[in-house]
């Protein structure tokens, strides 16, 4: 039971994506009917500039945490890594918006830096390495999900904090899977915020 209470809160905080009531209330849109479609915080730096991708990533990020610090309150490093992945689901298939989120970025950077420091040290590294060479974020996302456990691995991580990170990257990447296409096919665009 107490698992299961877990899931729902993490589920329902990961649910809260900032994205959608940002563009809704601030920019007077619906950032998934414009850009990419996606409800996440490239998407709202492409459509409404570098300050609304910011403050989507900053709150995406510190709903992860306080979903991952109240598992922890309740059971341990097990219901850590439990709300963690419960959060990066609720915040890909968000129940308060008919299931149409984000591709689980901005959570799994902030599961990164609650498995530590140097974890999220290591994939902000490689996701503006490889961003800022290639030009593609979706390539710097997908490059700094899969570091995620490696990152967590050589750090020492407890295993169900492994788990996570497993479960996060293979999340994140099926959830870039029209991206994925697109980098093979070389049809896969350039990002741009707006000015």
Same mark, same amino acid.
């Given at each position: ?20 009531? +940002?563009?809704?209330? @601030? ?13 996440? =915080? /490239? ?12 403050? /989507?990533?900053?709150?995406? =990020?510190?709903? /992860? =945490? =306080? ?10 490093? $097990?219901?850590?890594?439990? $709300? ?10 968000? @129940? ?20 530590? +420091?140097?974890?999220?040290? $290591?994939?902000? $590294? @490689?996701?503006?390495?490889?961003? +800022? ?35 996060? @990257? ?26």
């Amino acid at each position: 039971m107490t698992y299961i209470i877990i899931v729902l809160i993490a589920y329902l905080l990961g649910s809260f994506c900032a994205s959608i009531p +940002l563009s809704k209330h @601030v920019y007077g849109g619906d950032v998934r009917e414009n850009g990419s479609g996606n409800a996440g =915080a /490239t998407n709202m730096a492409r459509v409404y500039g570098m300050k609304a991708g910011i403050a /989507t990533f900053v709150l995406d =990020a510190v709903k /992860t =945490a =306080a979903a991952m610090l109240i598992g922890a309150a309740i059971a341990g490093e $097990a219901g850590k890594a439990l $709300a963690g992945a419960a959060c990066i689901v609720g915040h890909c298939w968000p @129940v308060y918006f008919s299931f149409r989120g984000g591709k689980g970025v901005s959570v799994g950077a902030a599961i990164g830096l609650m498995t530590g +420091l140097p974890v999220f040290a $290591a994939i902000i $590294a @490689v996701f503006f390495a490889v961003s +800022l060479s290639t030009h593609k974020v979706s390539l710097g996302s997908i490059s700094a999900a899969a570091s995620l456990p490696i990152a967590a691995w050589l750090t020492n991580a407890d295993t169900p904090m492994l788990l996570m990170c497993a479960f996060s @990257v293979l999340l994140v990447i099926f959830m870039h899977r029209s991206n994925i296409r697109r980098l093979i096919s070389g049809t896969e665009g350039d990002f741009h915020a707006k000015k």
